[in-house]
Nanobody
Framework: QLQLVESGGGLVQPGGSLRLSCTAS????????FGWFRQAPGKEREGVSC????????DYAESVKGRFTISRDNAKDTVYLEMNSLKVEDTAIYFC???????????????????WGQGTQVTVSS
């Protein structure tokens, strides 16, 4: 059974760091493009970052550029989101998603993705 499981969320102070992981089971992660999305209370889900199947292409939302880094280890079937210089406005549930295609035209659109994890809470607060 195909499954994505996020981990690494938690409570952190402004300016702190977290690393989220998305581990796949039931399929070979290396053929899929991946994205990270987030949803804050009362807001729509938004794309944060994405990475092609090879890892050679990445993209970021303007709000996280220079602070977040997406990466993947296909041998470990895991995609990561390194988050630095966290801000209060980064507080949200973070989801990872996988697409059957190796590279996406609009990787920040949730409609490009076929499989989703259950999400992990990230809270940035002093």
């Amino acid at each position: 059974q195909l499954q994505l499981v996020e981990s690494g969320g938690g409570l952190v102070q402004p300016g702190g760091s977290l690393r989220l992981s998305c581990t796949a089971s039931g399929f070979t992660l290396g053929y899929y493009a991946f994205g990270w999305f987030r949803q804050a209370p009362g807001k729509e889900r938004e794309g944060v970052s994405c990475i092609s199947s090879s890892g050679g292409s990445t993209d970021y939302a303007e709000s996280v550029k220079g602070r977040f880094t997406i990466s993947r280890d296909n041998a470990k079937d895991t995609v990561y989101l390194e988050m630095n210089s966290l801000k209060v406005e980064d507080t949200a549930i973070y989801f990872c998603a996988a697409s059957r295609y190796p590279r996406l035209k609009n990787c920040h659109s949730e409609y490009e993705y076929d499989f989703w994890g259950q999400g992990t809470q990230v809270t940035v607060s002093s």
